[in-house]
């Protein structure tokens, strides 16, 4: 039986350092940890989970574009995938944590903003806990819902009400 709603994870920069990276902050579970036990809770939530992860801003705007079925084109505009359907797909919300790119990135905002595709603000620390610079998001006041500060356990939380308290 197919899942109801696609739902699409998004890691930004230094997220694949979990678990090593200033454990006193982030602690110590990887990103394939909190990878796994999403995909597990997925499942249990009858959801179809896809998990990206990049360093790189244009990477993770190039895949928002694609979880709305558009794809980039070499001589023009982004173009709906009509005509290719495995060129785009269609997830039905995002789960994002944009790392350092929540304080920077007016470009994620627009990506997100763009595709019309609901999404959810993760953050493994409480950012507002912490640097001042750290306080302010480009993507907060858009947000369905924004967790922060509950560690790895901020995914399932932004899971479970995903799968089972948001609209579509």
């Known amino acids: ?27 110590s579970t990887t990103l394939h940890d909190i990878e796994q036990a999403a995909q597990t ?15 790189h801003e244009g990477a993770i705007i190039d895949r ?17 995938a009509e005509a290719d359907p495995g060129a785009g797909e269609k997830v039905s919300a995002i789960i ?10 007016v ?10 595709i609901p999404f959810v603000e993760v953050h493994v620390s409480n950012v ?11 993507l907060s006041d858009k947000a369905v819902a924004v967790i922060c500060g509950l560690g790895p356990y901020g995914y399932s939380a932004a899971l479970e009400f995903v799968g089972r308290h948001m609209k579509f």
Do not use: C, K, V
């Open 64 to 80: 928002i574009h694609q979880a709305a079925g558009f794809f980039p084109s070499p001589s023009g505009p982004a173009t709906i």
């Open 96 to 105: 994002i944590n944009p790392g350092a790119y929540t304080h920077t990135s």
């Open 107 to 116: 470009g994620i905002r627009d990506a997100l903003l763009g595709t019309g």
């Open 1 to 27: 039986m197919a899942s109801r709603h696609h739902i699409l994870l998004i890691n930004g920069p230094n997220l694949n350092l979990l678990g090593t990276r200033e454990p006193q902050i982030y602690g």
């Open 128 to 138: 507002h806990a912490r640097e001042a610079f750290r306080h302010h998001s480009y």
């Open 41 to 55: 809770q997925a499942s249990s939530l009858d959801l179809r989970l896809t998990t990206f992860q990049s360093n």
